[in-house]
Nanobody, 124 residues
Framework: VQLQASGGGLVQAGGSLRLSCAAS????????LGWFRQPPGKEREFVAS????????YYADSVKGRFAISRDNAKNTLNLQMNSLKPEDTAIYYC??????????????????WGQGTQVTVSS
């Protein structure tokens, strides 16, 4: 399984970025896909996920209403549209794939495959 994240960059507060994650080596539709981020000096944290069955989306409270996760099972692609970005969104963003049970969806342990990360920097 390979996941390749892209789309990070430097943006001013209030701006937008769109992250993408291209996947190979897995039956994409059968996996829960997630975005996590690791701010400088902090632990990796959950951002959003899309469940394997039906693609229902879940979000961390800190990004709810600003970020939108989407998946294209035909193209094996996962996206994260990030709007109204804030300096506290600065982090390395990782895409992940796995089959976590519902209660494990918000933790890193539920995901077995990870992309390499893409840096997002939001300036004030």
């Amino acid at each position: 399984v390979q996941l390749q994240a892209s789309g990070g960059g430097l943006v001013q507060a209030g701006g937008s970025l769109r992250l993408s994650c291209a996947a190979s080596g897995l039956t994409f539709s059968g996996y829960t896909l997630g975005w996590f981020r690791q701010p400088p000096g902090k632990e990796r944290e959950f951002v959003a996920s899309s469940r394997a069955s039906g693609g229902r989306a879940y979000y961390a409270d800190s990004v709810k209403g600003r970020f939108a996760i989407s998946r294209d099972n035909a193209k094996n692609t996962l996206n994260l549209q990030m709007n109204s970005l804030k300096p506290e969104d600065t982090a390395i963003y990782y895409c992940a794939a796995g089959r976590p049970i519902y209660s494990s969806m918000w933790g890193t342990d539920g995901y077995t495959s990870w992309g390499q990360g893409t840096q997002v920097t939001v300036s004030s």
